[in-house]
């Protein structure tokens, strides 16, 4: 099951950016869903994420400016980020646990990863 991630690029200090990931194959159902970055010489962390009930976690570096949300009949979930900082600049990955048929065995799958640069 691939996770595309899409919607990166440049953007200047204050501008947004929407990053989406779409899960394709054999999919079931989708449990949690998330968005991940990480910067040249840090660890990956967690930006943002969104059960399947449809709530929410943002790291604090983020709130108030980063909007997760998905679409389930798309298997889609998307980043809105605004008020974009410097500091945001990293690769941003999407990950997510699926479930691929009626068995109760879930995985965990990682998008490719999509640049996002914001210039001061």
């Known amino acids: 099951v691939p996770l595309q991630a899409s919607g990166g690029g440049l953007v200047q200090a204050g501008g947004s950016l929407r990053l989406s990931c779409a899960a394709s194959g054999s999919i079931f159902s989708i449990n949690d869903m998330g968005w991940y970055r990480q910067a040249p010489g840090k660890q990956r962390e967690l930006v943002a994420a969104i059960t399947d009930g449809r709530s929410t976690n943002y790291a604090d570096s983020v709130k108030d400016r980063f909007t997760i949300s998905r679409d389930t009949a798309k298997n889609t979930v998307y980043l809105q980020m605004n008020s974009l900082k410097p500091e945001d600049t990293a690769v941003y990955y999407c990950?997510?646990?699926?479930?691929?048929?009626?068995?109760?065995?879930?995985?965990?799958?990682w998008g490719q990863g999509t640049q996002v640069t914001v210039s001061s």
């Open positions: 990950n997510a646990d699926i479930r691929p048929n009626r068995g109760y065995t879930w995985y965990n799958y």
